[in-house]
């Protein structure tokens, strides 16, 4: 179940990304993904911790392949597809290796490798996808903004994700003792 969830997860975000128009939050711009691709990473790494990192990888080929047909499929452009496959490959294996490396309880660690996976996603997607340098959606004034909001949002839900997991792996367990 947790590698059909981390799958669709991704495929959802692709198809939110080209079906409805971005986020504008004062100068940030993000696309509505967004929201998604935050919860790829928390998901990736509930993955992780079933399968270990040598099957993550397996899975993580898997889900570029198929949001690179998604793209595809959606009419995306190549230059667009290409973006978010390389975005994705670099963030995804980032966050596997972070992930796996720190000696931190797993919310922690979801956090982390999340900001960072996040971070290069952000960067790399706005960069070769929407800014002059790509597909040009977006003028080069507007790629720090597009950037920033996209980190702040993936963020914001690393942390939410790490709070939940912490919260449910610190949950007390009530022992009933017989008498």
């Known amino acids: ?16 990304t080209a079906g409805f128009a971005p986020l504008h939050f004062g100068i940030f711009i993000v ?13 990736r790494d509930v993955v992780q911790n079933k ?5 993550t990888y397996l899975f993580i080929g898997t889900a570029l392949l198929l949001s690179a047909l998604v793209s595809f499929y959606l009419g995306d452009t190549l230059l667009i597809t290409l973006a978010s496959a390389i ?5 995804e294996t980032t966050d596997t290796e972070i992930y796996s490396r720190l000696k931190l309880p797993m919310s922690w ?3 982390y490798s999340g900001i960072v996976g996040g971070f290069f996603d952000s960067v790399i997607f706005v960069i070769i996808g ?3 340098l790509g597909a040009n ?16 949002v993936k963020t914001i839900i690393q942390g939410v994700g790490a709070i939940i997991l912490h919260q449910v792996q610190e949950r007390p367990t009530h022992k009933i003792v017989e008498s």
């Open 51 to 55: 399968y270990g990192k040598v099957k």
């Open 87 to 91: 975005s994705f490959a670099v963030s």
């Open 109 to 111: 660690r979801v956090f």
């Open 137 to 152: 959606f977006l003028p080069w004034v507007a790629v720090p903004a597009a950037i920033a909001g996209q980190v702040i």
């Open 130 to 132: 929407l800014s002059p």
């Open 1 to 16: 179940m947790r590698i059909i969830l981390y799958l669709i997860s991704i495929v959802t975000a692709n198809v939110i």
């Open 31 to 43: 696309p509505m993904g967004t929201l998604l691709v935050g919860a790829t990473f928390i998901l």
